[in-house]
């Protein structure tokens, strides 16, 4: 299995300030057929599912603001919320969907310092 | 606007067997190239893929859980269904239906259901 793993655990940041999440890979997500990376980030809120946020390791999903960002490549990966808002308070996920099966990293959970 | 939604017993006895159900509306779980699968979260933990099953009728499951599942689907209901046997305390978790294809993943997911295991 592919394992993923995210740092830090947690993070607290001021509002209006950067977030950065990092997630590794124990193998390369990128597919060289079509030099795509199978990494996909997700926002889960309290009592909420997981919302897609950016798939492909760098494609915003529609209707998510653009301050969330993606970015890396082959086993490094990196989510960055720009200036940080009160609602994205949240539990934050990385996931392979390179082979299965899909694994999630253990999660970040974000909050406001 | 593509929905989801899990039904199904919230208590469930140790040993038996789990029969979840996730009924689709507004669009077909025929429709390529989309697969239909479950994750489900131990509570205060992370997300577990549990298994899948591709509009052709393909199947994919966790190799953790593969002994234990069973994933289907009825398109004319628009429905599937996940049966999850021998379940143990360890299997309390909320379950979630998804979408997933081979370009983007979980796009769409349902507001889950929670299994408990308990005597």
């Known amino acids: 299995d592919i394992v993923m793993t995210q740092s830090p655990d947690s993070l607290a940041v001021s509002l209006g300030e950067r977030a950065t999440i990092n997630c590794k890979s124990s193998q390369s997500l990128l597919y060289s057929s079509n030099d795509k990376n199978y990494l996909a980030w997700f926002q889960q809120r309290p009592g909420q599912p997981p919302k897609l946020l950016i798939y492909w390791a760098s494609t915003r999903e529609p209707g998510v603001p653009d301050r969330f960002s993606g970015s890396g490549s082959g086993t490094d990966f990196t989510l960055t919320i720009s200036s940080l808002q009160a609602g994205d308070v949240a539990v934050y996920y990385c996931?392979?969907?390179?082979?299965?099966?899909?694994?999630f990293g253990q999660g970040t959970k974000l909050e406001i310092k | 606007q593509l929905q989801l939604q899990e039904s199904g017993p919230g208590l469930v006895k140790p040993s038996e067997t789990l029969s979840l159900t996730c009924s689709v509306s507004?669009?077909?779980?025929?429709?390529?190239?989309?697969?239909w699968g479950w994750i489900r979260q131990p509570p205060g933990k992370g997300l577990e893929w549990i298994g899948s099953i591709h509009y052709s009728g393909s199947t994919y499951y966790s190799p953790s859980l593969k002994s234990r599942v069973t994933v289907s689907a009825d398109s004319s209901k628009k429905q599937f269904s996940l049966k999850l046997s021998s379940m143990t305390a360890a299997d309390t978790a909320m379950y979630y239906c998804?979408?997933?294809?081979?370009?983007?993943?979980?796009?769409?997911w349902g507001q889950g259901a929670l299994v408990t295991v308990s005597a």
């Open positions: 996931q392979q969907y390179y082979t299965t099966p899909y694994t």
């Open positions: 507004g669009g077909s779980i025929s429709s390529s190239p989309y697969y």
């Open positions: 998804v979408r997933h294809g081979s370009i983007s993943w979980g796009d769409y």
